[in-house]
């Protein structure tokens, strides 16, 4: 290996603005476990402000297409803050009982859902072409235009409410070229993050920084709920310029993988500890190779053993979680808990509670599988235990806000676990095949390709909610659990070879 102290102008060229700026500071070049703890700190920022875009639309939904959540008002009448105002109140707040043309027509649920399905249609479609492109171009330019691009358009949705907007189809062009640039995220924080950790402790250390997720699930549903009382406009723009400047950051500071730095790693840190009898374990990057790796293509992806399945697991685990994502604020403040209606607000801060679950599930399976050393496993158990997550949910939610809560963070554990595991320490363990023999260059592919197939059920989900909830809701938590029946099964074959394995 090359000294990282070794002077080459080639490399210093690559090194993002802000790492040099660390190393003139320090006066010495920065250690190996510095940059990753580096990659790690700027990619869960990256991806936080991702999900915090993206979660704004579900709280907005209340704000847009009020519908009859004012229904249990005129029989609950109360003046706690976390419930609706009075009339009286309400016209100061406008924005949040009024509604705003189209959505607030008797079609408005129907045409919300078509929004969602607009952008993570365009969504899964970009993620194949980026994860294409992802394996081929630098990442670190990659990602920053795919944010600051995410930020104008999630900005120019909220712009509406100050231009006064009321033409449908502003607002779904505008939501499926947030949808095209929001698909740069994914594959490529984990092709970054995957170049500089190895497989060791995989599962655990991923499960910990794919909280990123869930916290920005509840950083967006947070910031958006605070700001629908000055305006729904408000709750687009500001995640919307929270993204684009996190992507300057990323810009100045994230280096893609260590030959871009100089950095040298150590043999623990790229490579699992091979024990007696065990297959060969292959590093997740090899550095320094005497020939120039050729990116892996789209069809010899899907023909790595076990993208398939886990692909087609993850359509149904996240048909579940996004249509949680897209409608669960909606379905809070529609559905009476303990004989009262939440206000649009109260409804957004309780859906967090969701993923704060989501944040425990996928610590607990990425936790679970290094343990066991099995991730099919895993995944499916967690899918099955969903089913009587999301029964109770539907059947005692309701109750009592206590109740709800309870219930809600167990949906949360059970829902968002696997979908955490397989998006991120199972796309980086297929990225890495032995069947790749050493390749790197697949991990962004791979990752596309799962999480792309995923985004398809993730459209179909809401889209299917937004129709579906119209008439009945049972109908809606029925469709969940067979959905996530279905995701277990698919992962039958590789459940039993790893049973097999063991025995």
Same mark, same amino acid.
Request: proline share 3%.
């Given at each position: 290996?090359?000294?990282?102290?070794?002077?080459?102008? %080639?490399?210093?060229?690559?090194?993002?603005? &802000?790492?040099?700026?660390?190393?003139?500071?320090?006066?010495?070049?920065?250690?190996?476990?510095?940059?990753?703890?580096?990659?790690?700190?700027?990619? $869960?920022?990256?991806?936080?402000?991702?999900?915090?875009? +993206?979660?704004?639309?579900?709280?907005?939904?209340?704000?847009?297409?009020?519908?009859?959540?004012?229904?249990?008002?005129?029989?609950?009448?109360?003046?706690?803050?976390? *419930?609706?105002?009075?009339?009286? !109140?309400?016209?100061?707040?406008?924005?949040?009982?009024?509604? =705003?043309?189209?959505?607030?027509?008797?079609?408005?649920?129907?045409?919300?859902?078509?929004?969602?399905?607009?952008?993570?249609?365009?969504?899964?479609?970009?993620?194949?072409?980026?994860?294409?492109?992802?394996?081929?171009?630098?990442?670190?330019?990659?990602?920053?235009?795919?944010?600051?691009?995410?930020? #104008?358009?999630?900005?120019?949705?909220?712009?509406?409410?100050?231009?006064?907007?009321?033409?449908?189809?502003?607002?779904?062009?505008?939501?499926?070229?947030?949808?095209?640039?929001?698909?740069?995220?994914?594959?490529?924080?984990?092709?970054?993050?995957?170049?500089? *950790?190895?497989?060791?402790?995989?599962?655990?250390?991923?499960?910990? =920084?794919?909280?990123?997720?869930?916290?920005?699930?509840?950083?967006?549903?947070?910031?958006?709920?605070? /700001?629908?009382?000055?305006?729904? &406009?408000?709750?687009?723009?500001?995640?919307?310029?929270?993204?684009?400047?996190?992507?300057?950051?990323?810009?100045?500071?994230?280096?893609?993988?260590?030959?871009?730095?100089?950095?040298?790693?150590?043999?623990?840190?790229?490579?699992?500890?091979?024990? !007696?009898? %065990?297959?060969?374990?292959?590093?997740?990057?090899? /550095?320094?190779?005497?020939?120039?790796?050729?990116?892996?293509?789209?069809?010899?992806? =899907?023909?790595?053993?076990?993208?398939?399945?886990?692909?087609?697991?993850?359509?149904?685990?996240?048909?579940?979680?996004?249509?949680?994502?897209?409608?669960?604020?909606?379905?809070?403040?529609?559905?009476?808990?303990?004989?009262?209606?939440?206000?649009? %607000?109260?409804?957004?801060?309780?859906?967090?509670?969701?993923?704060?679950?989501?944040?425990?599930?996928?610590? #607990?399976?990425?936790?679970?599988?290094?343990?066991?050393?099995? +991730?099919?496993?895993?995944?499916?158990?967690?899918?099955?235990?969903?089913?009587?997550? /999301?029964?109770?949910?539907?059947?005692?939610?309701?109750?009592?806000?206590?109740?709800?809560?309870?219930?809600?963070?167990?949906?949360?554990? $059970?829902?968002?676990?696997?979908?955490?595991?397989?998006?991120?320490?199972? !796309?980086?363990?297929?990225?890495?095949?032995?069947?790749?023999?050493?390749? !790197?260059?697949?991990?962004?592919?791979?990752?596309?390709?799962?999480?792309?197939?995923?985004?398809?059920?993730?459209?179909?989900?809401? #889209?299917?909610?937004?129709?579906?909830?119209?008439?009945?809701?049972?109908?809606?938590?029925?469709?969940?659990?067979?959905?996530?029946?279905?995701?277990?099964?698919?992962?039958?074959?590789?459940?039993?070879? %790893?049973?097999?394995?063991?025995?």
């Amino acid at each position: 290996m090359s000294s990282m102290l070794e002077p080459q102008q %080639e490399t210093n060229r690559g090194k993002p603005l &802000g790492i040099r700026f660390l190393e003139h500071v320090k006066k010495s070049a920065l250690s190996f476990k510095t940059h990753q703890a580096i990659v790690l700190i700027v990619t $869960f920022l990256a991806y936080t402000s991702y999900h915090a875009a +993206r979660k704004t639309t579900s709280i907005v939904k209340s704000a847009l297409d009020p519908q009859s959540s004012d229904l249990g008002l005129k029989f609950f009448p109360l003046q706690r803050s976390y *419930f609706h105002e009075s009339h009286e !109140s309400k016209k100061k707040t406008w924005v949040l009982g009024s509604g =705003w043309a189209p959505f607030d027509s008797t079609d408005g649920t129907a045409l919300l859902g078509d929004l969602d399905v607009a952008f993570l249609a365009v969504y899964a479609l970009g993620m194949y072409f980026s994860g294409h492109l992802g394996d081929r171009i630098n990442l670190r330019i990659f990602l920053t235009v795919g944010m600051v691009g995410t930020g #104008l358009f999630t900005s120019l949705f909220g712009v509406g409410y100050w231009a006064n907007i009321h033409f449908f189809y502003y607002y779904l062009i505008v939501q499926m070229l947030a949808g095209l640039f929001q698909s740069t995220g994914w594959p490529s924080v984990v092709a970054v993050v995957g170049n500089w *950790f190895g497989k060791k402790k995989r599962g655990l250390i991923m499960g910990i =920084w794919n909280a990123h997720t869930s916290v920005g699930n509840i950083t967006g549903s947070l910031v958006a709920s605070a /700001l629908l009382k000055y305006g729904w &406009g408000w709750s687009m723009v500001a995640p919307g310029l929270m993204i684009a400047l996190i992507g300057v950051v990323v810009f100045l500071f994230l280096p893609v993988n260590p030959e871009s730095v100089g950095a040298d790693a150590d043999e623990d840190d790229m490579m699992s500890p091979k024990k !007696s009898g %065990e297959g060969v374990t292959e590093p997740l990057l090899i /550095l320094e190779t005497e020939y120039k790796e050729k990116a892996v293509g789209f069809i010899e992806a =899907w023909k790595i053993p076990g993208v398939a399945p886990f692909a087609l697991c993850l359509f149904f685990a996240k048909l579940v979680a996004y249509t949680f994502l897209y409608w669960l604020p909606f379905y809070v403040s529609h559905t009476a808990i303990d004989g009262k209606y939440l206000s649009s %607000e109260a409804a957004g801060n309780l859906s967090t509670l969701f993923d704060v679950g989501g944040v425990v599930g996928g610590i #607990l399976a990425g936790h679970i599988s290094d343990r066991l050393d099995a +991730r099919a496993i895993t995944a499916a158990s967690f899918m099955y235990c969903t089913i009587p997550a /999301l029964f109770l949910y539907r059947i005692y939610g309701h109750i009592s806000l206590v109740a709800n809560i309870g219930l809600l963070l167990i949906a949360g554990m $059970f829902v968002n676990g696997p979908y955490a595991l397989i998006t991120t320490a199972v !796309s980086a363990d297929l990225g890495t095949h032995s069947s790749l023999k050493g390749n !790197s260059r697949a991990l962004a592919t791979v990752t596309a390709i799962i999480d792309g197939t995923g985004s398809i059920g993730a459209a179909i989900g809401p #889209l299917l909610t937004g129709y579906i909830s119209a008439k009945s809701w049972d109908a809606v938590f029925t469709m969940l659990m067979a959905a996530a029946l279905v995701a277990g099964l698919l992962l039958t074959r590789l459940v039993v070879a %790893e049973v097999a394995e063991k025995n």
